[in-house]
């Protein structure tokens, strides 16, 4: 990814390709219209900025902006296999491919992986789209507070819908590269810290054909009631895990306290969360959202499906309502209060 700054191009154009793959084009002062803003994401080794004038324009030695920084993500040979089409699964073991459960296939297409820029680092999480009360098909994206919570970080979020094998038991996917995208970068609705229950509520430029809208449940599950969770496990493809909601507990995530009333606790039977699932979905039913997830056991080796009872904290949905239920039942702009 290139980040762009002083864009003034007018009438001109401005890809970010590699023969191939191909970003754009840029035009304008941008995608935003300040002269700022990240391409999207090309998958290739190296890339090529391409400036096309306007015509007529005249001829100058130095293009009408600046590259200020590039995202460059690669894997060590750490991640390698000596296979050269495969790359070792990041995810642990025990995490269970989603589309096994057929109960959960519609469900599944309201889940994506999202990857943005935050203070120079190229973040990964995952998140799902919410309905609104009148189905209006507004691309409303809930994830977590402690992944996208600035404008500057919401305009670099692309979403990637299908990474995920193609059926039970598929190949899986080597790369989220092919996967179903929405255009780069959406708009910060809401947020909230740890302390104040975790959740980002951001609005996308658009979702692709097949995503499905979730719906949501104001009410907290009782104790012991069944949950699911759908995510991408450290940046993987896509799966599934299931559990029960057990006692509320007041959490140290990290140096920031998670309380109790704001959580709900997941104990799991099968499958398990790691980084990169923050900010996923949890389901009392297919379709019906409680929380968000924030926080998750992990060894001290870093993983995670050896932790047994393992359990993880998920911002209740209930609390995100309160903050932003405006937008979900869809009241005219001039009755939205902005939080």
Not at 45 to 72: C, D, K, M, N, W
Not at 297 to 316: A, H, K
Not at 319 to 334: F, K, R
């Amino acid at each position: 990814r290139v980040e762009f700054d002083e864009f003034s191009v007018g009438a001109g154009n401005v890809w970010v390709h590699d023969g191939t793959n191909v970003a754009g084009p840029y035009t304008g002062r941008g995608l935003f219209d300040d002269g700022h803003f990240w391409s999207a994401s090309v998958f290739s080794g190296s890339v090529i900025v391409e400036y096309e004038p306007a015509p007529a324009t005249p001829r100058e030695l130095q293009p009408p902006f600046t590259i200020r920084a590039i995202s460059h993500q690669a894997r060590t040979a750490l991640d390698a296999t000596s296979a050269a089409t495969t790359t070792k699964d990041p995810a642990d073991f025990c995490e269970l491919d989603a589309n096994c459960y057929s109960d959960w296939h519609s469900t599944m297409s309201s889940v994506a992986q999202i990857t943005f820029m935050d203070n120079g680092d190229e973040i990964l999480c995952s998140g799902s789209l919410l309905s609104t009360r009148d189905n209006s098909f507004k691309p409303y994206f809930l994830t977590a507070g402690h992944c996208v919570n600035n404008e500057a970080a919401a305009r670099t979020v692309e979403a990637y819908w299908t990474y995920q094998t193609a059926a039970c038991g598929g190949t899986p996917p080597a790369s989220r590269d092919s996967s179903a995208k929405s255009t780069l970068g959406a708009h910060l609705i809401s947020s909230a810290t740890i302390a104040d229950g975790d959740y980002s509520l951001v609005l996308l430029q658009d979702v692709p054909a097949g995503t499905t809208f979730a719906g949501w449940d104001i009410a907290d599950p009782p104790l012991l009631t069944a949950l699911t969770g759908i995510h991408h496990p450290s940046g993987s493809w896509k799966r599934i895990s299931f559990g029960a909601r057990v006692a509320d507990a007041t959490v140290d995530v990290e140096g920031d306290t998670a309380p109790g009333n704001l959580f709900l606790q997941v104990q799991w039977d099968k499958g398990r969360t790691e980084p990169g699932s923050s900010g996923s979905p949890l389901f009392s039913a297919p379709g019906v959202v409680v929380g968000s997830l924030t926080y998750g056991e992990v060894s001290s080796d870093g993983t995670v499906c050896t932790i047994d009872p393992s359990v993880s904290g998920y911002g209740r949905f209930s609390n995100t309502y309160a903050q932003v239920h405006d937008y979900l039942e869809n009241l005219p702009a001039d009755l939205v209060t902005t939080t």
